[in-house]
């Protein structure tokens, strides 16, 4: 069968499912730091209830025929069913395609069973979350949950200078923005861990972002004495 076909078949199998599983949402501000490969994108979901988190959660949105990506609110307004998502738009793949597009006003679709990570706080003394430009919502939607919040710190690492002072200038957080030295990134935030001293006791590491660096980042850790239970680790892809 031709890939012609085939692409007629599909879509219209799209055009039969996806308004049944689908819930539609409003763009209220799109806001691309400078420079813009990563974008900053205010939504209103009127159906979505996101009230009580135990996980960190994240919405599957639609982004191209067919094609979904997870992004995870760093916050959620409960009175006016609003949030924030963060979208690292360096790469060409269909999320920050559908990213640089948007602009206020339009109207998004995403499916309407929001989904949760493994990612909720253990009861240890020090939570520390370690992540790249494409996680930073979910540090922050991790960073609420901790109490007291003094248990809580990380670092992100962000290849961009100018992204890394707006980062300070932006976010009240313990989350450090350091500088990108390697490709994936796992080799410098291990440095950076390194220099933090922390204890092999009471310490759950909670890693998030490019598949690369979290599965790295995941081994250094383990060389460096953390057990397996003490490293929790969420992958990203575009």
Not at 61 to 66: A, G, K, N, P
Not at 90 to 119: C, E, M
Not at 182 to 196: F, P
């Amino acid at each position: 069968m031709e890939i012609s076909t085939l692409f007629k078949l599909r879509k219209k199998a799209g055009q039969l499912l996806e308004p049944h599983l689908l819930q539609t949402g409003k763009v209220l501000e799109v806001r691309a730091w400078s420079p813009s490969t990563l974008i900053e994108v205010d939504l209103h979901l009127p159906l979505v209830n996101m009230e009580q988190w135990s996980q960190v959660p994240y919405i599957k949105f639609r982004v191209d025929h067919l094609t979904f990506r997870d992004y995870t609110p760093s916050g959620w307004d409960a009175e006016t069913h609003t949030c924030t998502i963060y979208i690292d738009a360096i790469h060409n793949g269909p999320g920050a395609n559908w990213a640089r597009q948007l602009k206020k006003d339009d109207t998004i679709s995403y499916l309407k069973k929001v989904g949760f990570t493994p990612h909720s706080p253990a009861p240890t003394s020090a939570v520390i979350a370690l992540g790249d430009e494409s996680s930073i919502g979910h540090m922050l939607a991790l960073q609420q949950m901790v109490l007291p919040h003094t248990r809580f710190s990380g670092g992100v690492v962000i290849g961009n200078d100018n992204h890394r002072d707006q980062f300070n200038e932006y976010f009240w957080s313990p989350i450090e923005p350091i500088a990108r030295k390697d490709i994936y990134g796992h080799n410098s935030l291990m440095e950076w861990v390194l220099k933090q001293h922390y204890s092999l006791e009471n310490t759950m590491f909670y890693l998030v972002g490019n598949s690369t660096m979290v599965s790295q980042l995941r081994k250094l850790l383990k060389q460096q004495g953390y057990p397996s239970g003490q490293i929790k680790a969420q992958g990203f892809w575009d």
